[in-house]
């Protein structure tokens, strides 16, 4: 489920760059994309039964694929389209609040930034995290400031058996550091869904990997 090189892709109808959303998840999952996270939000963002449906057609599409879909600080919806899990950040519902909603067999993953986080979403039995910003990001208007890759190793050191995924401004030329963290995986919107060929980026996040291995 979370074997190293993930490649985690994000990202909501206000990401396509102009495309069509489906047909840009679509060739992700064709890519490799390792887990898929909807995540909807800012203005013009698809809500009520419009985001249930759209919704719905990334479950199937993630389904055909056999890729983990996971909803972004939605349990309702996630429970209405029976998404493979959620996905929250420190500003959302606790942790506790989470798992006990969602129960014990869909995936939680939750944003850290501490290893006092860390700690407060293993308890609550989170089955990933996500750390960032590592870089400068244009696609979260709240981010906090790029922190860089030590919080990664940080977290790693203390809690060795929870995958951590890196986000925040990663692109295949810069992920070296993320993965040297010992990060399992990326968690991307823009590099992926603003690329003219997806799954040769894709293939370059993979390749990134290996880059550091050598
Ligand atoms: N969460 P891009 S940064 C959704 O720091 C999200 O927790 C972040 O998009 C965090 O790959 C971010 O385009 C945006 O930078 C990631």
């Known amino acids: 489920m979370f074997n190293k090189p993930s490649v985690y892709f994000i990202m909501g109808t206000q990401n396509a760059s102009g495309k069509d959303p489906l047909k840009v998840l679509e060739e992700a999952l064709k890519g490799g994309i390792t887990h898929f996270q909807l995540r ?19 479950q199937e599409l993630c389904t055909q694929y056999q890729i983990p879909f996971l909803i972004n600080d939605d ?53 990933y995290f996500g750390m960032g910003p590592v870089y400068g990001t244009r696609s ?11 919080g990664i190793e940080e977290v790693i050191s203390h809690f060795p058996d929870i995958p951590v995924f890196g986000i925040g401004g990663i692109s295949p030329q810069n992920a070296g550091a993320v993965w040297q963290a010992g990060a399992c995986g990326v968690a991307v919107i823009s590099a992926l869904s603003g690329a003219d060929d997806i799954a040769l980026q894709i293939a370059h996040f993979k390749n990134s990997y290996k880059g550091v291995l050598i």
């Open 40 to 58: 909807e939000k800012g203005t013009g963002a698809l809500q009520g039964q419009d985001l249930v449906e759209f919704a719905e057609k990334c």
């Open 75 to 127: 349990v309702d919806l996630a429970l209405a389209v029976g998404a493979d899990g959620i996905h929250i950040g420190q500003e959302d519902m606790d942790c506790d609040q989470a798992r006990a909603l969602i129960g014990k067999e869909k995936m939680l993953g939750v944003s850290v930034h501490s290893l006092e986080e860390a700690r407060v979403a293993i308890d609550a039995g989170a089955d």
């Open 140 to 150: 979260k208007a709240d981010a906090k400031r790029p922190a860089g890759t030590a």
